[in-house]
């Protein structure tokens, strides 16, 4: 789980830099939220680049605003191999991996999250 972790988060490894096309008009929209404590969803059709902007917004928040890519969490619910663990779980495993305790604030960044059953409860929870 660790390796694939790695995988979905390279901004973990030193040097690692992220290059994609600007969206200040949405990451504005975006950042609105960085203080707050809410759950954000970012919705839209297939294949127009929701993915894209999650990505850009990990790269502003560890360039731009100093966080700690140790505590950015990015993952593709989506992914094989993935189906059999809640939200919670996965989230618990990341937190172990990385010694992260719970009263260290953490960006999380669920993609694909309608592939979870029950995942507004999940996510409430």
Not at 96 to 121: G, M, S
């Amino acid at each position: 789980m660790e390796e694939l972790f790695h995988r979905f988060n390279p901004w973990w490894e030193e040097g690692i830099t992220l290059e994609f096309h600007p969206r200040p008009s949405y990451l504005a929209r975006m950042g609105r939220y960085l203080r707050t404590k809410d759950v954000v969803i970012l919705t839209g059709l297939r294949r127009i680049g929701k993915t894209t902007l999650i990505k850009l917004f990990i790269d502003r928040l560890i360039k731009e605003e100093g966080i700690d890519p140790q505590y950015i969490f990015y993952v593709s619910l989506d992914y094989y191999g993935l189906e059999k663990y809640s939200i919670l779980e996965i989230v618990d495993i990341y937190r172990k991996i990385k010694r992260i305790p719970f009263t260290q604030k953490i960006y999380l960044f669920l993609d694909e999250v309608a592939y979870k059953r029950d995942f507004a409860i999940q996510l409430k929870n």
